[in-house]
């Protein structure tokens, strides 16, 4: 990566829409990133409806006379692949790192990232998504989301070895990489990780999970934004499904499988009480599952565990099997082919 005694310099990229609650603490792991080469921040700004761009300016004029300074890029549209491309523009640093608003680093971090890349060749490097709850509720869902019952065999959730992944949560991108396939594909409002990593390997290049990178993420903070999420999640998995043919496997059929079932057992109960077998089977299996994720955890978290975890699996199943073929269609249609190195 870098035959001098030197570390890379590095950009963190940040795309933010109302993280007024977080945004600071993400933006103080970053610089606070035992880490000796250059560092800079570029938050791009979507249209928040809260504090967030005021937070950001602070951040702005506080770093002004440091070594490791905050600027900012305005993102108009809010969605996160324009942000994460515009924040890349604005950026200079050989090594590129992703974080979110909502995301906290661990300290070593970076140099870990800039060591992988450097040991492993890969073209982007992440780590393990590692959900952590204030409220009762949001360690309800952290609890739901490292769960094998919550999200199936994902290493980014519940970890693994190390080696080469179809994708990984965020990314530490070698610029080159990044500038030769264009950046972010901005059709994909979600799922443009996916999107982004599986131009990254069809043009040859790696992309390297290791559980010694770690993110702790802050979970949505109420059912309604949790199940938007979610919604969003299978949503957009259909459109990959239909942008990639032969991606999907047994845990994204899952939620929409439960859901269908579920919903069918409910319809025939009026003709044969065998009809309840499939949704009283599902809530034995979450309530079953809800305790060993629950572990160590205060009993109000506890008990709504089996909560989070119905409206996570029933959210992202009713997004996949109601994803419109439209979006899918008007996604194919912004194609971007894998470009390899000349």
């Given at each position: 990566m870098?035959?001098?005694?030197?570390?890379?310099?590095?950009?963190?990229?940040m795309?933010?829409?109302?993280?007024?609650?977080?945004?600071?603490?993400?933006?103080?792991?970053?610089l606070?990133q035992?880490y000796a080469?250059?560092?800079?921040v570029v938050i791009?700004?979507?249209?928040?409806?809260?504090?967030?761009?005021?937070?950001?300016?602070?951040?702005?004029?506080?770093?002004a006379d440091?070594?490791?300074?905050?600027?900012?890029?305005?993102?108009?549209?809010?969605?996160t692949?324009?942000?994460?491309?515009?924040?890349?523009?604005?950026?200079?640093?050989?090594?590129?790192?992703?974080v979110?608003?909502?995301?906290?680093?661990?300290?070593?971090?970076?140099?870990?990232?800039?060591?992988?890349?450097?040991?492993?060749?890969?073209?982007?490097?992440?780590?393990?998504?590692?959900?952590?709850?204030?409220?009762?509720?949001?360690?309800?869902?952290?609890?739901?989301?490292?769960?094998?019952?919550?999200?199936?065999?994902?290493?980014?959730?519940?970890g693994?070895?190390?080696?080469?992944?179809?994708?990984?949560?965020?990314g530490v991108?070698?610029?080159?990489?990044?500038?030769r396939?264009?950046?972010?594909?901005?059709?994909?409002?979600?799922?443009?990780?996916?999107?982004?990593?599986?131009?990254?390997?069809?043009?040859?290049?790696a992309?390297w999970?290791?559980?010694?990178?770690?993110?702790?993420?802050r979970?949505?903070?109420?059912?309604?934004?949790?199940?938007?999420?979610?919604?969003?999640?299978?949503?957009?998995r259909?459109?990959?499904?239909?942008?990639?043919?032969g991606?999907?496997?047994?845990r994204?059929?899952?939620?929409p499988a439960?859901?269908a079932?579920?919903?069918?057992?409910?319809l025939?109960?009026?003709l044969t009480?065998?009809g309840?077998?499939?949704?009283?089977?599902?809530a034995?299996?979450?309530?079953?599952?809800?305790?060993?994720?629950?572990?160590?955890?205060p009993?109000?978290a506890?008990?709504q565990?089996?909560?989070?975890?119905?409206?996570?699996?029933?959210?992202?199943?009713?997004?996949?099997?109601?994803?419109?073929?439209a979006?899918?269609?008007?996604?194919i249609?912004?194609?971007?082919?894998?470009v390899?190195?000349g």
């Open positions: 870098n035959d001098s005694a030197t570390p890379p310099a590095v950009s963190v990229i795309p933010v829409l109302n993280e007024e609650r977080h945004l600071r603490e993400a933006v103080r792991h970053i606070e035992d080469g250059d560092l800079e791009a700004l979507g249209p928040s409806a809260d504090r967030t761009d005021a937070i950001a300016a602070e951040l702005v004029r506080e770093s440091g070594r490791r300074r905050v600027q900012t890029v305005p993102n108009p549209t809010g969605r692949p324009a942000g994460l491309n515009a924040a890349i523009d604005a950026s200079s640093h050989p090594v590129v790192v992703r979110d608003g909502h995301g906290m680093l661990s300290p070593g971090y970076i140099s870990t990232a800039v060591r992988l890349l450097a040991e492993t060749g890969a073209q982007n490097v992440g780590g393990i998504m590692h959900a952590e709850g204030e409220t009762s509720w949001e360690q309800a869902v952290a609890a739901a989301m490292t769960a094998r019952i919550g999200v199936g065999n994902a290493a980014f959730h519940t693994g070895e190390a080696g080469p992944a179809d994708t990984v949560y965020l991108f070698r610029r080159e990489a990044l500038e396939q264009g950046g972010y594909n901005e059709e994909f409002i979600r799922a443009q990780d996916w999107e982004l990593n599986f131009r990254i390997r069809s043009a040859g290049g992309v999970f290791s559980p010694e990178l770690k993110v702790s993420y979970p949505r903070p109420n059912l309604r934004a949790l199940a938007k999420q979610y919604k969003d999640y299978g949503r957009w259909r459109v990959v499904a239909r942008y990639h043919k991606s999907i496997n047994p994204y059929l899952a939620p439960a859901l079932g579920i919903v069918a057992g409910v025939v109960t009026p009480p065998l309840l077998a499939v949704p009283l089977a599902y034995v299996g979450i309530a079953a599952g809800s305790v060993p994720a629950g572990r160590g955890l009993v109000r506890r008990l565990i089996p909560v989070a975890l119905a409206t996570m699996h029933m959210s992202w199943g009713w997004g996949f099997l109601t994803s419109p073929r979006l899918a269609q008007k996604v249609a912004s194609r971007r082919p894998a390899t190195a």
